[in-house]
């Protein structure tokens, strides 16, 4: 049976992966992934990455001007590699970098990476995403070219460009803002348990003044 370089499973638009599939589960061969475009023929791709040399990677920019931040703090050029613009026309920032793991990345990443703009206030209870580390851990997707959003948007590449090795300076900046997501995050939950321990010491202190003297 005929291998492909690609991993891939079944998305739902709304509901990410299908019923049944996930990380753990996806198609590694074509006749696998041709099944599932009969079974799921409305249903987008995910290309799944895992942690392991020569697997992919997926960088996931969600943030505008990101990409250029990158390079300014390094003094590094991003290298040409197969990219997905997830949001071409709306947010056309917006984009899934392919890199093939390394033996120095598999080295120093051993889970998924997420990190937020925790100087922005939290919308529905969620700051803001810069960008994401997938498929360097446990299992992460990205959703593949050709798919459509709810919106009708279609998922759009750069053609055919080969993938490129994640570079190890790349790897060592994303570790730095990991590193540095941490802390902050550390710092913002003990701002928010103070914040608290305050207000419940204010008001408990409220409650008390307006309890009757004969009660003491």
Not at 90 to 96: M, Q, Y
Not at 174 to 199: H, I, M, P
């Amino acid at each position: 049976m005929k291998k492909t370089s690609l991993s891939a499973q079944c998305i739902h638009k709304r509901n990410g992966a299908c019923s049944g599939h996930n990380t753990n589960t996806r198609q590694k061969n074509l006749s696998e992934i041709r099944q599932l475009s009969i079974d799921y023929p409305r249903h987008n791709v995910g290309i799944v990455g895992r942690r392991g040399v020569g697997n992919l990677a997926f960088l996931d920019i969600d943030s505008e001007g990101m990409l250029e931040r990158i390079e300014t703090e390094t003094g590094q050029k991003l290298p040409s590699t197969y990219t997905v613009q997830s949001r071409p026309e709306s947010a056309p920032w917006k984009r899934h970098m392919y890199f093939r793991q390394t033996a120095y990345s598999v080295q120093k990443f051993d889970k998924e990476i997420h990190i937020a703009d925790l100087s922005k206030p939290a919308e529905h209870g969620k700051y803001p995403s810069l960008f994401d580390m997938k498929g360097v851990g446990a299992g992460g997707f990205v959703v593949a070219a050709g798919s459509v959003r709810d919106t009708g948007e279609i998922y759009l590449d750069n053609g055919n460009v080969p993938v490129a090795p994640i570079p190890d300076w790349l790897v060592d900046w994303v570790l730095k803002e990991r590193d540095k997501y941490r802390s902050e995050s550390a710092r913002l939950r003990e701002t928010v348990k103070a914040q608290l321990a305050t207000a419940v010491e204010a008001k408990q202190a409220g409650n008390s003044a307006l309890v009757p003297r004969e009660h003491f």
